[in-house]
């Protein structure tokens, strides 16, 4: 109970943080994809390296994660964010099977029975998820206490669900140590010759001093500067290889019809809240049950205001949206109505009580199974327990019984004990138990889980708490509004059948036209907000989508919006069209512009000149190097203007140098040449090491260029 406990406060961050840990898979993941709605093979899902990936083998691992995750959170709801982190995790999979592992098998790297016992409890080598998830901590001898990791896999078995996560650390902790294994090897396969290592060194204390006139770009004001298409056309054919699509992408513009409630559905929203308020206030019984069943119950299943048993501190009374007036008032006592956030909601004290805010508790879990049936196990329970009474055992005869009987792997090991917990953590059935007894006390108590010898250790200071019926109704639209705001969306969409009418409209109904742009086929967060950015990508990525097509309306998977949307751009992969290239390239050609004719005007110039003829900054900088990041005083990225001061000769100026921000003549006034050097061990092991710190980058750059994918997710999600 203890580990299903602590996965489930964890699982938010733990499933991506396991679904990445086949690191290089993951790094894959992203720019992999290159695929187009409606290729043949209706089962495929990919081709890797001409292997093809059955949609089957993505299913069985998409399975896996998802048991995973339902375990961990109780069959909690899958949300969107959910669901494609566990579509990518499933893809990951495919990944390290068709690209990964055949460079492991290639050199031979696996993992033993024995090397991942001892990742799963080993004093020494226990893995991060191991110790992220029990808890562990380091001895003074560097070692982990792992007896309840051991015990936690050594009867897995006994519980279906521990037996799920058992397996799916397993596979993952396996998967992540042969890929820390394969990243070592090759980051301690970096060389560094000493020719280059005498370089490097060459190039950090090879020093000049020089002085120099800069004239800043913004000096010239750019109306004065004229880019014509043939300027731009000319820098887009001379650099065209900076300008690539990775894959095919679209860009679309949109309206958003949003339904939002009116006045007169909040009025009558809290109306009706009003007069629940007044049958709520007037009975004497059931109040719970009147809650609930007129309640909107929108709000997270798990908020404990509406369960019964739960008796809430001050704190908590505060945090549903009440004062401490009403929570300081008698049994009986009925609130006003109150807006909280999107609900009005009003409650009733039905109990009062004084109860400890927290309490410490072990316990001894015996669970019923085939051949052993709940009435077994509750004859068993009330034996120990009397045994326990009659001898008025301490904790350590508590926790020695635990570690023979209980049947809980998470805390068995730890005697029983499950630390420190609030009210309204644990189940019913046992928070009752911890929370309305004194400390010292032992009691059995049947559960969902089984039955429970529980002994309570010690509990905080009883504190007032009360057991309210808490009653909401959700602020939302009505049938009216939503209705108005579906015909505004279909009149709008009915009347834009082209570009040119969806712009028009738009102005003249005063609409906000938003853009997503470069989506690709297996992009989900298209618009913030909309769950279902699916559809509206396949409707852009049609076959037959042409641009200045406009779209049917899409509604929110939430029923609060209608979009309208216009596909404004398509891009194949391959070269960027020079137009889509236009806003990007004016800046960087209109400072060419600028630079040619400063250069003009500064050449044959001396320093001096060129600061008195265009009142040009001048300075002298001193012990500049090729490995400078940036020149002193100015602050700026000029690797040019190092280049050039390095390789001129003493007492030369230089001719203008077009740099990043403006343009330069240098004087160069003094070199030292670096001190020489014949052992360049130290030199080559800094280099070697700096490589091994990239290692992943570069691979993963070498891997992508040699790995041909045709993703054809888009098809199926």
């Keep these: 109970m203890a580990v299903l406990q602590n996965i489930r406060e964890k699982c938010g961050v733990l499933v991506i943080v ?106 020494v080598h226990a893995h991060n998820i191991i110790v992220q998830n029990f808890g562990l901590q380091k001895n003074e001898n560097g070692e982990y206490d792992t007896k309840a990791p051991k015990n936690f896999f050594d009867n897995a078995e006994t519980d279906p669900n521990y037996e799920v996560i058992a397996e799916y650390w397993k596979k993952a902790i396996k998967e992540d140590q042969i890929s820390t294994k394969y990243g070592n090897m090759l980051s301690k396969g970096f060389y560094t010759p000493t020719a280059l290592a005498k370089m490097y060194y060459e190039d950090q204390t090879n020093m000049v001093d020089f002085a120099y006139a800069y004239r800043d770009y913004n000096s010239i004001k750019d109306e004065e500067i004229t880019v014509s298409d043939k300027d731009l056309q000319a820098y887009y054919d001379k650099h065209k290889k900076r300008f690539v699509e990775d894959q095919d992408n679209r860009d679309i513009e949109y309206v958003v019809f949003d339904i939002v409630p009116s006045e007169s559905d909040i009025e009558e929203i809290k109306k009706n809240t009003e007069e629940l308020r007044n049958e709520l206030n007037a009975l004497e019984e059931n109040e719970v049950s009147f809650a609930q069943v007129n309640s909107s119950n929108s709000r997270p299943e798990d908020r404990r205001i509406y369960k019964d048993e739960f008796y809430a501190n001050q704190k908590d009374v505060e945090n549903m949206g009440f004062d401490e007036e009403f929570f300081n008032s008698e049994k009986g006592t009925t609130s006003d109505v109150k807006m909280v956030g999107n609900f009005f909601v009003c409650g009733k004290i039905i109990e009062t009580a004084n109860r400890p805010d927290s309490v410490n508790a072990s316990h001894i879990l015996l669970i019923p199974n085939d051949s052993v049936t709940m009435e077994m196990c509750k004859a068993k329970a009330d034996s120990l327990a009397n045994i326990l009474r009659s001898t008025k055992a301490d904790s350590a005869t508590f926790a020695a019984m635990a570690t023979e009987y209980s049947q809980d792997p998470g805390s068995k090991n730890d005697g029983g004990n499950l ?31 089984g039955v429970h010898i529980i002994k309570i250790n010690s509990q905080t200071k009883p504190v007032r708490k009360v057991k309210l019926a808490v009653l909401d109704q959700e602020i939302k639209f009505s049938d009216n509004t939503y209705e108005a705001a579906f015909h505004a969306s279909n009149k709008f969409m009915a009347t834009s059948t082209t570009a040119e009418d969806f712009d028009k409209n738009a102005t003249e109904q005063n609409l906000n036209v938003r853009m997503a742009n470069r989506i690709t086929d297996m992009s989900d967060n298209v618009i913030p907000g909309i769950d279902n950015g699916r559809e509206i990508v396949r409707w852009a990525f049609n076959e037959d989508r042409k641009v200045g097509d406009v779209s049917n309306v899409f509604e929110s998977s939430a029923r609060d919006k209608f979009l309208v949307v216009k596909l404004s751009k398509i891009r194949e992969k391959g070269f960027t069209p020079f137009e889509d290239t236009k806003e990007v390239i004016e800046p960087e050609v ?14 044959g110039m001396t320093v001096e000149a060129i600061a008195q003829k265009f009142e040009a900054k001048t300075d002298t900088l001193t012990n500049i190097n090729f490995s400078s990041f940036s020149l002193p005083g100015l602050g700026l990225i000029e690797p040019k203007v190092n280049a050039v001061a390095l390789n001129s000769e003493v007492n030369a100026v230089s001719a203008p140098i077009d740099g990043n921000n403006g343009v330069y003549v240098i004087k160069v006034l003094k070199k030292t040449a670096a001190p020489e050097k014949q052992d360049f061990e130290n030199d080559k092991l800094a280099k070697m090491q700096d490589y091994m710190r990239n290692y992943s980058y570069r691979m993963n750059n070498a891997v992508k260029k040699m790995t041909k994918i045709d993703d054809r997710r888009a098809k199926f999600f």
């Design 419 to 449: 630390g420190d917990f609030t009210e309204g953590t644990m189940i019913t059935e046992f928070n009752d138990a911890c929370f309305a007894n004194a400390a010292g006390t032992i009691q059995v108590v049947e559960s969902p889980y």
């Design 18 to 123: 396991i679904v990445g840990l086949a690191l290089l898979a993951f790094l894959l993941g992203d720019f992999l994809s290159s695929g187009r709605i409606g290729h043949g093979d209706d089962s495929v899902i990919a081709k890797i390296n001409g292997s093809k990936v059955d949609y089957s083998e993505w299913t069985a691992s998409y399975n896996n994660h998802r048991l995973f995750y339902e375990v961990a959170q109780q069959g909690r709801n899958i949300d969107s964010n959910t669901e494609r982190s566990l579509r990518e995790s499933a893809w990951n999979d495919i990944l390290n099977t068709y690209v990964w592992n055949n460079y492991y098998e290639e050199v031979g790297i696996g993992i033993s029975d024995e090397e991942l016992e001892d990742l799963l409890y080993g004093p």
């Design 590 to 603: 209109r400072k060419q512009l600028k630079a040619e004719k400063m250069m003009a005007e500064m050449k």
